[in-house]
């Protein structure tokens, strides 16, 4: 069974980072290209980024402008999005994902950007 548990999210200041890691497991995670997706409060599913099985190749949405960086550790099974820069609207919850289009079952790893 796939599994996907996302952490490092919390409440910063406008400005500041986090990392964001989500730990895989029950699937070939090297074999499979990784998303990071979020939901914002009162707004539908939205792609942030991808990474290729290598780490290769990575991809981001406009909205992200260089503030995000993906990355993956195959030996560790785990998938990072480091977060720099926060602003208010990258507030979210955040979800790692194999299908970006899916409807995450995981529980997700809030990310809150507030003075």
């Known amino acids: 069974e796939v599994q996907l548990v996302e952490s490092g999210g919390g409440l910063v200041q406008p400005g500041g980072s986090l990392r964001l890691s989500c730990a895989a497991s029950?699937?070939?995670?090297?074999?499979?290209?990784m998303y990071w997706v979020r939901q914002a409060p009162g707004k539908g599913l939205e792609w942030v980024s991808s990474?290729?099985?290598?780490?290769?190749?990575?991809y981001y949405a406009d909205f992200v402008k260089g503030r995000f960086t993906i990355s993956r550790d195959n030996a560790k099974n785990t998938l990072y999005l480091q977060l720099n820069s926060l602003k208010s609207e990258h507030t979210a919850m955040y979800y790692c994902?194999?299908?970006?289009?899916?409807?995450?079952r995981s529980q997700g790893t809030q990310v809150t950007v507030s003075s």
């Open positions: 994902a194999t299908d970006p289009k899916a409807t995450p």
């Open positions: 990474i290729s099985t290598g780490g290769g190749a990575t």
């Open positions: 029950g699937f070939a995670f090297s074999s499979y290209g």
